[in-house]
């Protein structure tokens, strides 16, 4: 039961209440579904992972983080409430995959469930392509009324459309994001020598994504599919004709208009490393807890398109700590069960004798080359997220937090099985986020930096 209405609420968030549950929407159908997850999920909560992860403590700091910001950013004492409950539907997503995706059928579902609300999106977007544009509209009137394509205008001074979703993903740039984080997770339904199953179940569903994601012509998701083009080849082909493949591959993305017209220069990005820049000045004004939390494009008039510059200018260092750490903990754990040096054989068990902690339901039996695979799909899933992240300001959203709840499940269900090595203790893993925090503001730095020497 708490599964089920898990995945309708993760449906109906990135969907939005509307498009799921239309004429009843206005009745709050989210925080009616919220409530009975929470009611269904009590008698899991004591003995689940989310009490052994550090990932738990972060995304508590992280809303306890942006509601402190807006407490002091803006000194509004119901802002910073509200602040607190914007983000509880963000990091809702983690608590909800770890409590009730307790196999790897349940993280198939998930999967399935992600790629139906991209390929709803696509679908819509693509008939509206074909059968909803009339000459002469205005690109303002036409992103009133269609909520699927946005118009706007290229280099050239033409106009074009871009597909994009609904919710937290109504931006062309996010949807594009999505859509490159799925594709290698659509690839745990592979079976060796299972041709057709691999045709229908993978192989068509990811030509479909490439396409939304060709849509979209987002150029931050273009660079996203290249890192990832790079990480899942390396390791058969090795670095450099990986490399090679990438250059080739994205020649052939800009002969096709994959950006829809607009360059990918250091020049057409001026925009963007200027407030970049401009997120770091007022990181530096107010470090501790930043201007407040959504109160960045008041004072750029813009967002930063960058999500390490957003979480910091909003959130101050004490934000950009609490992000860091849920970042280094699911990235590092998706690395060591992506290792075949780190995960061993382990003890072989049957079926009805496995039990998670997380749950009282049965699971399937997984060996050390699963949970490797499976590993490797997350690191690829994480990498096109966080590359098209750097040009995004998506630092708070669903997706990157349902990735951290998948990849402390597939862990767990190693650890359960004696095949690899506990998680780091959050008294070690804290000194790594702070380092990781300085690391990415000095990154950040050092860029523009070296950008402005080259103008």
Known sequence: MGFVLSVLYLVTNYLTPAAIFGPVAPYRVELILAILICLVSLPKLAGSIILKTPQSVALIGLAFAGSLSVLFGSHWIWGAVQAFAVFLPFIFGYFLVCLHCNSKKKLQILVLMMLFVCLFIIAHGYIDLHHGIAEGTSPDLWNIVHPYLFAMKNDAGESFYRLRGLGEINDPNDFGQLAVTVIPLVFIFWRKKKMLQNFVLVMLPVCALLFGTFLTHSRGALLALMAVAVMAARRRIGTLPALLLAVGLFVAAMSLHF???????????????????????????????????????????????????????????????????????????????????????????????EHLSLTTGKMEAIDKAEV????????????????????????????????????????????????????????????????LAVFLVLVMYIMLRTLNLIH
């Open 259 to 353: 950006t829809g017209g607009r360059e990918i220069s250091a020049e057409s990005g001026s925009d963007r490393t200027a407030l970049w820049s401009e997120s770091l000045q007022l990181l530096k004004s107010h470090p501790l807890f930043g201007v407040g939390f959504g109160n960045l494009p008041e004072y750029l008039g813009h967002t930063a398109h960058n999500s390490v510059a957003v979480c910091a200018a909003e959130l101050g260092l004490t934000g950009l700590f609490f992000w860091c750490l849920f970042l280094f903990s699911t990235v590092r754990d998706a690395l060591a069960i992506a290792s075949p040096e780190k995960v061993n054989e382990g003890e072989l068990i049957e079926p009805e004798e």
């Open 372 to 435: 490797n695979r499976l590993g490797r799909l997350l690191v690829l899933s994480l990498t096109g997220f966080l590359v098209s992240g750097w040009f995004l300001s998506r630092a708070f959203v669903t997706t990157l937090f349902m990735l951290g709840g998948i990849t402390e499940v597939v862990f767990e269900m190693a650890l359960r099985r004696g095949m690899i090595a506990p998680r780091l203790r959050l008294a070690r893993v804290l000194p790594y986020a702070c380092c």
